[in-house]
Nanobody
Framework: QVQLVESGGGLVQAGGSLRLSCEASGRRLSNYDMGWFRQTPGKEREFVAAISWSSGGTHYADFVKDRFIISRDNAKNTVYLQMNNLKPEDTAVYYC????????????????WGQGTQVTVSS
């Protein structure tokens, strides 16, 4: 069992920055890849970024490359999503995810979800 708790969402103007945090607890976290997804009303949850606990390897959705950075602090069991140059279309609920068998880039492979944190970008 893995528990995920997100924090760091809020309201920011376009062009601004936010850093989301996801604190994980549970057994054998190093066996999981961690990801961030986002969802807006009426749309399917979509992949944003992912990172491997063990190797640190990362994946990004094309729409956030060069703007968002995913990182991890193994000592704190925390994954971060640094979001820069935010745009109104980045407005969404952001979810932390843990994937036991995959790379945390596909909805269908996610084992655990956090409760989500709202990010709102004003124009």
């Amino acid at each position: 069992q893995v528990q995920l708790v997100e924090s760091g969402g809020g309201l920011v103007q376009a062009g601004g920055s936010l850093r989301l945090s996801c604190e994980a607890s549970g057994r054998r976290l190093s066996n999981y890849d961690m990801g961030w997804f986002r969802q807006t009303p009426g749309k399917e949850r979509e992949f944003v970024a992912a990172i491997s606990w063990s190797s640190g390897g990362t994946h990004y959705a094309d729409f956030v490359k060069d703007r968002f950075i995913i990182s991890r602090d193994n000592a704190k069991n925390t994954v971060y999503l640094q979001m820069n140059n935010l745009k109104p279309e980045d407005t969404a609920v952001y979810y932390c995810a843990a994937d036991r068998w995959g790379t945390a880039t596909r909805l269908s492979s996610i084992s655990y979800w956090g409760q989500g944190t709202q990010v709102t970008v004003s124009s």
